[in-house]
């Protein structure tokens, strides 16, 4: 059974720039949450799709936006680009069974963007 | 809301030593608690989970963890440590419930092996 997967597995910016990175997740999987990993900071939650819907975010600005396909694969955009922004940035997914938030998540290999 | 406590940002051991890496958290129910390794560059790979039932839980790579109501713990635990162990570990808790919150991490602890 494939993995979570993720592309480009790097990517290199320039400030003020729009970034896309893209996650497939694991067949028969619902939701998809996205995380940045920044060095030193740990997992920091930014976003967290089911069924197409954003069913919560994390405490990050609105130029860190995404969506959710039909297919359920998914798609993070973080507009104008900061240096700060440069991190691991690291896809999950789940299955969504009904009366539990707290589903076990399998991770992809992530995208590195370097923002110069 | 719950929330994880990894007290322990790095830890050195020898190989062969065993291990033991601490994990608090708090939840009002009973929680679901994950454990995760992720070797640098790498993504999280998921060594092991508790939903219910026996207490302590087996997972990958010889690792194993104990869920302790009385004391909001869920610590894991190995044996005998190889080089390959070396890596950032990474506990989770999760709402047994329905909501909005999925899981929770902890900040991690870093394993170093030395020979």
């Known amino acids: 059974e494939a993995g979570v997967t993720q592309s480009p597995t790097h990517l290199i910016k320039t400030r003020g720039q729009q970034a896309t990175l893209r996650c497939s997740p694991i067949?028969?999987?619902?939701?998809v949450y996205w995380y940045q990993q920044a060095l030193g900071l740990g997992l920091q939650f930014l976003l967290w799709?089911?069924?197409?819907?954003?069913?919560n975010r994390g405490n990050f600005p609105p130029r860190f936006s995404g969506r959710q396909f039909p297919n359920y694969s998914s798609e993070l955009n973080v507009n104008a680009l900061e240096l700060e922004d440069s991190a691991l940035y690291l896809c999950?997914?789940?299955?969504?069974?009904?009366?539990?938030?707290?589903?076990?998540?399998?991770f992809g290999p992530g995208t590195r963007l370097l923002v110069l | 809301a719950q929330s994880v406590t990894q007290p322990d940002i790095h830890i050195t051991v020898s190989e062969g030593a065993s291990l033991e890496l601490r994990c608090n958290y708090s939840?009002?129910?009973?929680?679901?608690l994950f454990w995760y390794v992720q070797s640098p560059g790498q993504g999280l790979q998921l060594l092991l989970k508790?939903?219910?039932?026996?207490?302590l839980v087996q997972g990958i790579k010889g690792f194993e963890a104990e869920f302790k109501r009385s004391q909001s713990s869920f610590n894991l635990r190995k044996p005998s440590v190889h080089w390959s162990d070396a890596a950032e570990y990474f506990c989770?808790?999760?709402?047994?419930?329905?909501?909005?919150?999925?899981?929770?991490f902890g900040k991690g602890t870093r394993l170093s092996v030395i020979a």
């Open positions: 067949s028969g999987h619902t939701s």
């Open positions: 999950a997914s789940s299955f969504q069974i009904s009366g539990r938030a707290g589903e076990t998540q399998y």
């Open positions: 989770a808790v999760g709402a047994s419930y329905s909501g909005n919150t999925p899981l929770v």
């Open positions: 799709y089911d069924e197409g819907e954003e069913r």
């Open positions: 508790y939903f219910s039932g026996d207490t």
């Open positions: 939840y009002g129910a009973t929680p679901y």
